[in-house]
């Protein structure tokens, strides 16, 4: 009886721990077509893209001076690999999806925007 609730406790430990999201949540549930029907190339503002996102997790320029916003999340999973004794220690890694919001400026206004929902993938260890 008492090795089963700790193999139920280190079961339920191992499937919390399995999880992690990072980046900036404001982007989370968005697709393509509702940051469509927010942002308008040549009609929405720096101004109205903070208060509808928040802060940018990365500004940059282009050559030509343009202002670059990339706001990214990304939400991973452990592999089931992980939690095999030994061979854990020696092809770890997840697997998940991550969403990247850029945005170009010109001046104060939206010149273009895009986003991309990719699949991702980490491996570490020994074989990574």
Not at 87 to 93: C, D, H, L, R, V
Not at 96 to 117: E, N, P, R, Y
Request: a neutral charge; hydrophobic letters at 35%; proline letters at 2%.
């Amino acid at each position: 009886m008492k090795m089963s609730s700790v193999a139920g406790c280190l079961s339920a430990l191992l499937l919390l721990s399995a999880c992690a999201s990072s980046g900036n949540e404001s982007i989370k549930n968005e697709t393509s077509e509702t940051v469509d029907q927010k942002i308008k190339d040549g009609v929405t503002t720096k101004q109205e893209v903070k208060a509808l996102y928040g802060d940018p997790l990365e500004t940059s320029f282009t050559d030509s001076g343009h202002e670059v916003w990339k706001y990214v999340f990304a939400k991973t999973r452990a592999n089931g690999t992980n939690f095999i004794p030994y061979y854990g220690a020696f092809a770890s890694g997840t697997h998940g999806k991550a969403k990247t919001l850029s945005i170009i400026f010109t001046d104060q206004v939206v010149w273009h925007h895009s986003l991309a929902d990719s699949q991702i993938q980490t491996h570490q260890g020994i074989g990574g």
